[in-house]
C-alpha cells in the first residue's frame, strides 16, 4: 500500500462515514443534543452516499454524463457537497443571518 491510497483511507473513511451527514444534521436540525446529532450524522452520511452512487451510475444515460462510479467522481461530488454545507452552516451561524432571520420573523 502507498502512501496515497493510505491517505486517501484515512481522509475518505470520516468524509463517506460522517462529515456530510453530520453538518446536514447541524444545519437542520438546531433541536437536537450533540449526541444525537452525531448519530444522526452517520445515517445521513450513508443516505447522501447512496443518492450520490445513484446519481452517478443508476442508468446507461447518467453513466456516460458522469462516467459512473469512480474513485475520482466519489471524491469530486462528495467534497464538493461537504464544501457546500459547510459554507452554508458558516453563513447560518453569522450574526448578520441571525439579525435577518429575525426582522423575518417579526413580519409574519
Given at each position: 500500500m502507498?502512501?496515497?491510497?493510505?491517505?486517501?483511507?484515512?481522509?475518505?473513511?470520516?468524509?463517506?462515514?460522517?462529515?456530510?451527514?453530520?453538518?446536514?444534521?447541524?444545519?437542520?436540525?438546531?433541536?437536537?443534543?450533540?449526541?444525537?446529532?452525531?448519530?444522526?450524522?452517520?445515517?445521513?452520511?450513508?443516505?447522501i452516499?447512496?443518492?450520490?452512487?445513484?446519481?452517478?451510475?443508476?442508468?446507461?444515460?447518467?453513466?456516460?454524463?458522469?462516467?459512473?462510479?469512480?474513485?475520482?467522481?466519489?471524491?469530486?461530488?462528495?467534497?464538493?457537497l461537504?464544501?457546500?454545507?459547510?459554507?452554508?452552516?458558516?453563513?447560518?451561524?453569522?450574526?448578520?443571518?441571525?439579525?435577518?432571520?429575525?426582522?423575518?420573523?417579526?413580519?409574519?
Open positions: 502507498s502512501i496515497l491510497s493510505i491517505l486517501q483511507i484515512i481522509i475518505g473513511l470520516p468524509l463517506v462515514l460522517f462529515i456530510t451527514g453530520y453538518l446536514v444534521a447541524r444545519i437542520f436540525f438546531k433541536q437536537l443534543s450533540e449526541l444525537e446529532k452525531v448519530a444522526l450524522g452517520f445515517v445521513l452520511s450513508i443516505a452516499d447512496i443518492i450520490v452512487g445513484l446519481f452517478l451510475g443508476y442508468n446507461e444515460a447518467m453513466k456516460n454524463l458522469t462516467g459512473g462510479i469512480t474513485t475520482f467522481n466519489l471524491w469530486l461530488y462528495l467534497g464538493s461537504t464544501i457546500i454545507l459547510v459554507i452554508v452552516w458558516a453563513l447560518k451561524n453569522t450574526e448578520e443571518y441571525q439579525e435577518v432571520i429575525g426582522l423575518i420573523k417579526k413580519k409574519f
